[in-house]
Structures are given as C-alpha cells and as structure tokens.
C-alpha cells in the first residue's frame, strides 16, 4: 500500500500546484505487456504517468486530487499518487498522460478526466522502478 507523504519538503520538491491538461493511454490486450517506460520499467495501471520532464522531472512523486477515491483495478480506492516514469512525444509543457492499463475498457475509471485540466502536485522523488505498492519517498531535511 502507498504510504503518507511524510517528512519536511525541501528546495528540492516544488509542491506547486500546476494545471495540466490530461490524457489518457493503455496498451492492448494483444499485447504481451512487455512495452517499458523511459526508466526502463513496466507501465503500472493507475501510478504511471507520462510527463513533459520541463515541468515534472522524472521520477517525481505526483499528486492529483481529481483521481481520489477512483476504483483502482485491485478493488481499492485510489489514493491520488501517481509516478512520473514516463515521457512521449506528444506530451508536451502543461500535458501529462495517465497509464491505465491494459486495454480500452481500462480507460473507462478515468474517461471523466480524458482531456479536461487536472492539478497536479509533485510533492516528492521515487527511487528504482514504481509499482502499485511502491512507498511514497519524499525529500527532507534531515
């Protein structure tokens, strides 16, 4: 399970909130799931978002309040922390891209944010490849 954000933030994390225009991406059911994301790790339903790396870094710990309490594919709610693992081509300045896994109807949780602007908070820094249970690892001051 996703932990707390604890922890004092730093210079380090901008815990701004940014406006961004949001979409949405799957893969198909055809395939074998072995698509990688730019860090190299496996897309994760529901956590993985691709961003323009000019407005969240890369391995930043993200916070979007519109996706609290969504149904997560596990059966539980969606606590609103996804993990910038991701980039495209197409995502570009104040855009990110939800993962949400595999095949279309897996878009269905999310289709209400397709395309409209959501606030997004990095509030902390993730280390090594995200999964559903990766805990959230904030930069601190001590």
Known sequence: MIQAVRGVVDETVD?????????LYHVGKRTDFSARDSLGCHPTAMRTVAVDPKIFPRRSVLFIKETVGLKMPDGTSHDGYWYASDTGGAIKGQRIDLFTGVGAASMKA??????????????GMFEGCPTAKTPVMVASNN
């Open 110 to 123: 999310l289709q209400n944010l397709n395309m409209t602007t959501i606030s997004a908070i990095k509030v």
């Open 15 to 23: 815990a701004v909130e940014t406006q961004v225009r949001a979409t």
